[in-house]
């Protein structure tokens, strides 16, 4: 866990030279003190790990130039996450847990109940990235612009089913052995659930499954990394 | 979830007088700007949520008059929490969600690998008052004091089972189906997972299982949940 790790948007490859932006140059000689001929662990999110040896630093930018594979890639199952954002903090949270637990794409949705006007995606997306830095993962899930959840759902390809973490279930959780495998996606809804409307819209829908996540009333952040554990764990690849 | 809910240490029955802290008092009139005459839900971790009428609130204190009983008493199985403590939000994140997924105890050790010297076990257990407080629940976790692990395993009763996230057993995760009922301890490791020494007692005593969470390394704080979340799924109160 204490070797350094980065996310780098660029092939990779033995012998490749990759180009460093400012930002990660600074980073590496300037915060965490690397010396040329030092080596860290680079992923680009499709290739697997890799080492990497750094060939220069300055102020703006550096060079580093790849060795061997160390790790296969690893994609995550055909799971997307639909969630409200929240407070900063939890909305941060979401996104990294969902990384960490394995998640193809998170989509932030406006409903009737979000208070949220705008995301930083560009924040977001940092979170993931960072999530798969530092938990060894070699994949980074996308994180989409912020979406109404009508319009998600209007242009929605049913062949993706959709698990929905409905509040209003209290009460034993539905094992999910019986839900067929293939594309499925997580919902999650904001503080204070859905409204009546979009509740009758979801329930309308043959692609959409309800389910409880027990008899306590769970914080949304809490729902999200309950869902994804047991979804992982009947048809993810935790199994 | 709107709804004022407050814990308060103090029998609660039909037409009971309760005084007010001075800080409730002034949370109740100063900060949520309640008046003489209006109504939260209180609870005591031990007889249900009731009713409450707000008699009068000033700097110095103030007082309620308990009407009728609104929701029973919803005690968690008896499940315990075992976790090393982290860097300050996540151990406060780790106390919020075992408060909200049903844990009956929560105790903070250290470890080989654990940088913690002392934590602010009243800071932690206000968090789990706080979490039962906001997610409607009638019940808080007792947060004990730090302890060296070594002493907590050296004086375990072996009548309450130990599930052990091993971080070491990256792949699938083993179903928890086949486990008996009865008291059980989750057992989560510190970042750096636990030392060689560690891993030896832990395989040595009959009363631990180890078990997988999946083959992404987790965060301590996500492992927690994802552990309390298949507990509670197959072994406790969410089935």
């Known amino acids: 866990?204490?070797?350094?790790?980065?996310?780098?948007?660029?092939?990779?490859?033995?012998?490749?030279?990759?180009?460093?932006?400012?930002?990660?140059?600074?980073?590496?000689?300037?915060?965490?003190?690397l010396k040329p001929g030092d080596t860290i662990a680079v992923f680009n999110?499709?290739?697997?790990?890799?080492?990497?040896?750094?060939?220069?630093?300055?102020?703006r930018g550096g060079l580093l130039?790849?060795?061997?594979?160390?790790?296969?890639?690893?994609?995550?199952?055909?799971?997307?996450?639909?969630?409200?954002?929240?407070?900063?903090?939890?909305t941060?949270?979401?996104v990294e847990k969902a990384a960490e637990l394995g998640c193809a794409r998170i989509l932030p949705v406006q409903t009737d109940h979000t208070n949220s006007e705008r995301i930083r995606q560009d924040r977001l997306q940092a979170h993931a990235v960072e999530a798969a830095e530092q938990c060894?993962?070699?994949f980074v899930p996308q994180v989409a612009d912020l979406t109404p959840l009508a319009r998600l759902l209007d242009g929605w390809d049913g062949g993706?089913?959709?698990?929905?973490?409905?509040?209003?279930?209290?009460?034993?959780?539905?094992?999910?052995?019986?839900?067929?495998?293939?594309?499925?996606?997580?919902?999650?809804?904001?503080?204070?659930?859905?409204?009546?409307?979009?509740?009758?819209?979801?329930?309308?829908?043959?692609?959409?499954?309800?389910?409880s996540l027990g008899p306590r009333i769970l914080r949304a952040d809490t729902a999200a990394v309950a869902a994804l554990t047991l979804w992982q764990a009947t048809l993810g690849d935790w199994r």
């Open 136 to 138: 060894g993962g070699t």
């Open 160 to 211: 993706r089913r959709i698990l929905w973490a409905d509040e209003s279930r209290a009460g034993p959780v539905a094992t999910l052995q019986g839900l067929p495998p293939g594309p499925w996606a997580i919902l999650i809804g904001p503080e204070g659930g859905f409204s009546a409307a979009e509740r009758a819209a979801l329930g309308r829908m043959a692609f959409v499954t309800p389910v």
């Open 92 to 94: 941060d949270f979401i």
């Open 1 to 33: 866990m204490a070797r350094i790790r980065l996310f780098i948007d660029h092939p990779l490859a033995p012998g490749q030279a990759v180009p460093l932006e400012a930002g990660q140059a600074h980073y590496l000689s300037g915060v965490m003190r």
């Open 45 to 59: 999110g499709r290739d697997g790990e890799w080492s990497a040896r750094l060939e220069s630093a300055s102020k």
């Open 65 to 90: 130039a790849v060795g061997e594979r160390t790790a296969p890639q690893m994609d995550p199952p055909d799971l997307w996450l639909i969630f409200a954002p929240i407070k900063k903090a939890r």
